[in-house]
């Protein structure tokens, strides 16, 4: 019984090959902005809320693009699993477009409405006269992000369909080089060292922003430049066409996929705002776990993107019960990962808030938050390798209902009942909501052994 869970070498090489650069990104990416976080909290708390509910609503704008680009990517994974460059290439510029637009939404709801959204977790209990200055930074910060949009989302467009193809080492050396850049402007552009202005949060904001265009100038320039090895970008960018039927398959397959992670990363950003109700204390202590947590994640965070082309791959091959035998394997090993991580994890919250300068009881309250989330860090490793799994298919209503239903009819629900009506501590009320993913989880482990989400896609389309 235990085997079945169990891979050979070449089963978990394949594995590390295409998650470790993946991983190494990721990593990296968000180590730098674990850095900004503490430079910006060296700075102050103040600062450091206002631009942390600022990246929590850039976070949903940045899953609903990731939303987009997975719709269109389940179909570039298994028209690479075909040896079908043209439909790749379809898939790419499918992904340029509909990002594009994207971009234009989201610049248009921050630039009116971002000071009325970041007010919304201003609200809970504090210094009125902190809230408003928190507010200012916020939005100050919020507008020059906004500059890096669309270099970003063209960038994922690049690196989503190199990872679909098993070339994600290019992705992964244009993030360590923005995240050089990035990290080299921060410490010249927040504190005003070598004659630089000291820009505090906004230098924070300009020096990821040229980050964001150094990263698509790399990745888009050695992309063209290798035409022979990365046959989909030849006549990429002679024209905008996509086949009808394939648009149609992709907006019925795909599109959904773009509204499940905007309304998950919705309801994330909800629970935040739950959690804000308990005062700015709350939110700073969150932001740093947040933030951490991130970093810690990126294991088994990237694992789950790798099941998703791995198996999408193989159902574009038309191996149905390998892919069925792999996701088990996989999962089992996604969840081994979680266990270690969570115990490192679990270990250094004890040290990490002390590097913030901030006061010794948010630095308390975020080592416990930390603890709440390292224990249920498997319980997010097995939702998030079922959900992959079950995406591979294109199983978009299921998908749909698994995550982002699961999160707006269960754990929102239930934060905004004990965060309002209740007098439970912070710590009891996160403690709650985590847990919650264990029926998550049970659903997952039921719909992944029924194996319904076994389908090939491109036989349809």
């Given amino acids: 019984m235990i085997k079945q869970f169990i891979g050979t070498k070449d089963f978990y090489k394949r594995i590390i090959a295409l998650t470790l650069p993946i991983m190494i990104q990721n990593l990296i990416t968000n180590f730098v902005n674990m850095l900004d976080n503490v430079m910006i909290g060296k700075v102050g708390t103040i600062e450091m809320v206002g631009v942390a509910i600022s990246n929590q609503l850039i976070f949903v704008f940045n899953l609903c693009l990731f939303g987009a680009i997975s719709g269109a990517g389940i179909f570039g994974a298994q028209f690479y699993g075909n040896k079908d460059n043209e439909g790749v290439r379809h898939t790419f510029r499918f992904k340029l477009m509909i990002c594009t637009v994207i971009t234009a939404i989201g610049c248009l709801i921050f630039f009116f409405g971002g000071k009325m959204l970041i007010g919304a977790y201003l609200m809970g209990e504090g210094d009125v006269s902190d809230a408003s200055a928190s507010l200012n930074f916020g939005y100050s910060y919020l507008l020059i992000m906004m500059i890096g949009f669309l270099p970003y989302a063209v960038t994922q467009c690049f690196s989503s369909t190199l990872r679909e193809i098993e070339k ?19 410490y010249i552009l927040i504190f005003g060292h070598f004659g630089a202005p000291k820009m505090g949060v906004n230098g924070a904001a300009v020096a990821t922003v040229i980050s964001r265009f150094a990263e698509l100038l790399i990745v888009s320039v050695w992309t063209v430049a290798h035409k022979k090895s990365i046959p989909f970008i030849v006549g990429a960018f002679r024209s905008l066409y996509v086949p009808k039927t394939l648009v149609k398959q992709i907006t019925l397959k795909g599109m959904p996929l773009m509204l499940n992670e905007t ?30 947590w991130n970093v810690f994640a990126v294991g088994f965070m990237s694992l789950g993107v790798a099941i998703g082309i791995i198996i999408g791959q193989m159902l574009g091959a038309g191996e149905a019960e390998n892919a069925k035998d792999s996701s088990k394997k996989l999962i089992a090993f996604s969840v081994t990962v979680s266990v270690v991580i969570a115990i490192v994890f ?36 097995f939702a998030n ?77």
């Fill in 168 to 186: 994600p080492v290019l992705p992964m050396v244009a993030g360590i080089i923005a995240v050089a850049v990035n990290l080299i402007l921060n």
């Fill in 263 to 292: 309304m998950w990363s919705a309801g994330m950003a909800m629970l935040n705002q739950c959690y804000s109700v308990r005062g700015l204390e709350v939110v700073a202590a969150n932001n740093i776990t947040q933030t951490f």
């Fill in 346 to 381: 679990s270990v250094c919250a004890r040290f990490i808030p002390l590097i913030y300068n901030t006061t010794p009881s948010v630095q308390l309250l975020a080592t416990k938050l930390m603890i709440i989330m390292a224990v249920a860090m498997p319980l997010d490793a």
């Fill in 385 to 461: 390798a079922s959900y992959f799994t079950i995406r591979s298919g294109g199983k978009v209503l299921v998908t749909f209902l698994f995550d982002s239903v699961f999160v707006w009819c269960v754990s929102v629900p239930a934060a905004l009942i004990l965060s309002r009506y209740t007098g439970l501590s912070i710590l009891a009320l996160f403690a709650i909501v985590q847990s919650l993913n264990a029926i998550k989880c049970i659903i997952g482990f039921i719909l992944v052994k029924k194996g319904t989400w076994i389908r090939n896609l491109i036989s349809q389309s």
